[in-house]
């Protein structure tokens, strides 16, 4: 997956799942599209600001345009957030930990 990230530009992708976070985590902007599956919205653009654009499916032309014109700044913000992303699962998984001992 990497390898795959590391020669795009710029990733488009529905705006839910772990597609956005490995993209994110791997300093690849993002142009999400709202309300692909299943018709719910994320919210992506405010998780990842500056990061993430996020378009409607028939604005994708001037999302990805706009995406492209501003891709250092794009990449500069996907960085900003990688490291983050990278030990979320971790962190996680320490919050779901405490909380089931605190519970016993």
Same mark, same amino acid.
């Given at each position: 997956? *990497?390898?795959?990230?590391?020669?795009?530009?710029? +990733?488009?992708?529905?705006?839910?799942?772990?597609?956005?976070?490995?993209?994110? +985590?791997?300093?690849?902007?993002?142009?999400?599209?709202?309300?692909? *599956?299943?018709?719910?919205?994320?919210?992506?653009?405010?998780?990842?600001?500056?990061?993430?654009?996020? &378009?409607?499916?028939?604005?994708?032309?001037?999302?990805?345009? +706009?995406?492209?014109?501003?891709?250092?700044?794009?990449?500069? &913000?996907?960085? *900003?957030?990688?490291?983050?992303?990278?030990?979320? +699962?971790?962190?996680?998984?320490?919050?779901?930990?405490?909380?089931?001992?605190?519970?016993?």
């Amino acid at each position: 997956m *990497k390898d795959l990230y590391s020669i795009a530009d710029l +990733a488009v992708l529905s705006d839910d799942g772990v597609m956005v976070h490995e993209a994110i +985590a791997l300093g690849v902007p993002v142009v999400a599209l709202r309300g692909v *599956k299943y018709g719910r919205y994320h919210n992506m653009g405010a998780v990842f600001r500056g990061a993430v654009l996020e &378009a409607d499916p028939e604005d994708i032309v001037e999302a990805v345009s +706009a995406a492209l014109e501003r891709s250092d700044e794009l990449r500069r &913000a996907a960085r *900003k957030y990688s490291g983050d992303v990278m030990v979320a +699962a971790d962190r996680i998984a320490e919050i779901i930990e405490e909380e089931a001992c605190r519970r016993q």
